[in-house]
């Protein structure tokens, strides 16, 4: 059995109970180097095999799992953040699925979670948006182009970039050609949830002088939204003159 296990945003207490149950029972992992946090490999039994897929190519990280079921063994694919966001893993899916290998998805604490708590922030306000549009300004792997983030931007909800942190003169050009303001109030979270998370706040027109003054080009996600300021309206659900499910208007 594969378990594709997110490992959350970086604090090691932020993965599930689940997950670190999976990851202390496991004889192989294979863990995404590049982001998940080494110290959860501490979770791990002392004869556990353990792989970084950071320097593996996606027939190698499947030749492991195969051999590791071939031998009767269990293995955790450990992610980063929620293995459902940019996790590969549907790829890791449909090879398995080849070999007749069976797999289960632990979910995981994603970054944008982590970058909201590390802000104070609620994406989805009344009467400023209740839209979060999880997306990525295109690099080295192409977007659609009718996901544009300037057609993307035309719609102005809350927005969470990934993987955008080194093109943030793009990401600002790209989103004022839509519905945004310079004035759209912004914020750069970095490695949030690690001990050295770093947030900066601001507005869109200043975005490439935030990333450039904290030195911030990877292991970051940009947020762009009024649900960053200061005006909204308060939630129906604990409205004292609002009937819910659970409670009646008081009048
Ligand atoms: N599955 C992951 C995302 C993987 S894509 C998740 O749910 O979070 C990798 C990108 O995620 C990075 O380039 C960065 O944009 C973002 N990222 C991952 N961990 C982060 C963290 N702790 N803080 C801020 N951004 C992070």
């Not at 109970?17 to 490999?41: C, F, H, K, M, Q």
């Not at 190698?60 to 031998?71: A, F, G, L, P």
């Not at 289960?104 to 609620?122: D, F, K, N, Q, Y």
């Amino acid at each position: 059995m594969i378990y594709f296990v997110g490992a959350g945003s970086g604090a090691t207490d932020l993965i599930t109970v689940r997950g670190a149950r999976l990851l202390g029972e496991a004889d192989t992992v294979i863990y995404a180097g590049s982001l998940v946090n080494p110290e959860l490999l501490s979770l791990c039994r002392t004869d556990a095999r353990i792989f970084n897929s950071a320097v593996m190519t996606l027939q190698e990280v499947v030749d492991v799992m195969r051999q590791t079921e071939e031998s009767g063994g269990m293995t955790v694919r450990l992610h980063t953040g929620d293995p459902s966001i940019y996790g590969a893993i549907r790829e890791q899916i449909d090879e398995l699925k080849k070999l007749g290998i069976g797999w289960e998805i632990c979910p995981g604490v994603s970054s944008m979670s982590a970058a909201a708590a590390a802000l104070s922030a609620e994406y989805t306000l009344p009467e400023v948006s209740q839209t979060v549009i999880i997306s990525r300004i295109a690099g080295r792997t192409p977007v659609p182009e009718r996901e544009s983030l300037r057609n993307l931007a035309k719609i102005k909800a809350t927005l969470v970039l990934f993987l955008s942190a080194s093109y943030v003169r793009e990401v600002r050009q790209e989103l004022l050609a839509g519905s945004y303001t310079e004035e759209t109030p912004c914020a750069i979270v970095y490695k949030a949830s690690w001990p050295d998370e770093r947030v900066v706040r601001g507005c869109l027109g200043d975005l490439p002088k935030m990333a450039e003054e904290a030195g911030i080009t990877k292991t970051a996600l940009i947020i762009v939204g009024d649900v960053l300021g200061d005006d909204y309206a308060l939630s129906r659900l604990y409205d004292e003159h609002f009937t819910t499910g659970y409670r009646n208007a008081k009048d």
